[in-house]
């Protein structure tokens, strides 16, 4: 959720008009076939009770299209492993860009343009997460 909030927040003076659902179970994961725009989130496991993410520096190891954080999350399930091949396979079909927070990937078609000053953005995300960690943790 918190990730969802931070892109609506650089968004700001603007709003997002269109489909917001920062958090969605597993089980409606179907919705991101929606022909619309929209920001989601779906949550792969339940067991995780820690309310900040963590504190690692975004790196491409992968592909132009897939990322990945220097720490990986070792969270895994068998729904995970259901859905992510159709999610593969959807982004490669309709420019969606699919961020997997608890693996930090990110997965994103081949027509869909780079970012500019990308890596300027990266940082700029983690310090707001870093200053919102500290403030929630009395540091």
Known sequence: MLVAECITCLLLPFVWPHVYAPILPLSLAHFVDAPVP????????????????????????????????DEPSTMRGSKLDE??????????EANVCYVYIDEGRVIAAD????????????EALYQIIRIASSLTSGK
Request: glycine share 2%; net charge negative; no cysteine.
């Open 38 to 69: 929209y920001i989601m989130g779906i949550r792969y496991s339940s067991s995780d009770t820690s309310p900040h993410p963590s504190h690692t520096v975004f790196s491409p190891e992968l592909s132009p299209n897939e990322h990945r954080l």
């Open 83 to 92: 859905i992510r091949p159709h999610a593969v396979e959807l982004a490669s």
């Open 111 to 122: 027509e869909v343009p780079q970012f500019p000053n990308s890596d300027y953005v990266k």
